[in-house]
């Protein structure tokens, strides 16, 4: 099985990129593929402990907190973008990584395939 | 070992924030090493094609938002020896000349040069590269 790293660069609300990133860790998950899953941007929202879900909110926290627990998952948020919105360590929620986009280059490094999604 | 990134910067410098996320996650890699082992690292490059090329503009202004410009990221970026390539073809596109355009860091004390090359060009450094990320 391969190692798969996804950058992720949307937001929460507003855009399905997002959405569309962690249904593909967890697909990816789900066939036995390890998975590096880094938010940047309005995507760091993601990391934010506390979502409540709504029938028309995307709610991702729960795919997530799942994706945790399979061990082939880990989450991490862009520090500096966190921090420029508001959101600090004590929001984050448990299981996510914080670091700077270093941590990304380096989880490309070892990738066997890295896929950019969003941006837009 | 060391592994290519190719950072593809095609949209316009200020419509969203992902051409700024394109600069500072390359200008990144000058720290990735504490994340791996001794003798690995990656090598990225900075390829500015269609739109993107405004981001290389001389003189722009950080007065509209009060953050750091597109040419004030590509010149650090120079001053960290970062491969900043600009397509030829969209340059001619747009009617923009080199002298128009950030090519090195000589303010900063740096010493590489920027390199105006055909998309020809840039497309063979991203068939070279290991990963692509396109922005």
């Known amino acids: 099985m391969g190692k798969l790293t996804i950058g992720s660069f949307p937001g929460l609300v507003g855009s399905l990129s997002l959405d569309f990133s962690v249904k593909l860790a967890e697909a990816a998950v789900r066939k036995g593929h390890s998975v590096d899953f880094w938010v940047s941007s309005n995507g760091t929202m993601l990391s934010k402990k506390g979502q409540r879900a709504f029938k028309d909110y995307p709610y991702l926290a729960k795919t997530i907190e799942e994706l945790f627990k399979t061990g082939k998952f880990q989450a991490c948020a862009c520090e500096a973008c966190a921090e420029a919105r508001g959101y600090h360590k004590e929001d984050t929620m448990d299981g996510w990584i914080r670091k700077s986009m270093d941590w990304y280059l380096a989880s490309c490094f070892s990738a066997d395939r890295v896929l950019l999604i969003g941006g837009e | ?135």
Do not use: W
């Open chain 2, 1 to 135: 070992m060391i592994k290519k990134l190719a950072f593809i910067v095609r949209s316009l410098p200020y419509k969203n924030e992902a051409t700024r996320l394109a600069l500072t996650h390359a200008i990144a890699s000058q720290t990735v090493e504490i994340y791996l082992e001794d003798g690995d690292n990656v090598e990225p490059f900075l390829a500015l094609v269609g739109d993107g090329v405004l981001c290389g503009l001389k003189n722009q202004s950080n007065k509209c938002y009060g953050i750091t410009t597109m040419e004030q990221h590509i010149t650090n970026a120079l001053l960290l020896d970062l491969n900043v390539y600009y397509c030829k073809e969209d340059l001619e596109r747009f009617g923009i000349s080199e002298d128009q355009l950030v090519m090195d860091a000589e303010s900063l004390g740096g010493d590489m040069k920027a390199s105006i090359v055909p998309f020809s060009e840039i497309q063979a450094a991203m068939e070279a590269a290991d990963h692509l990320q396109i922005f």
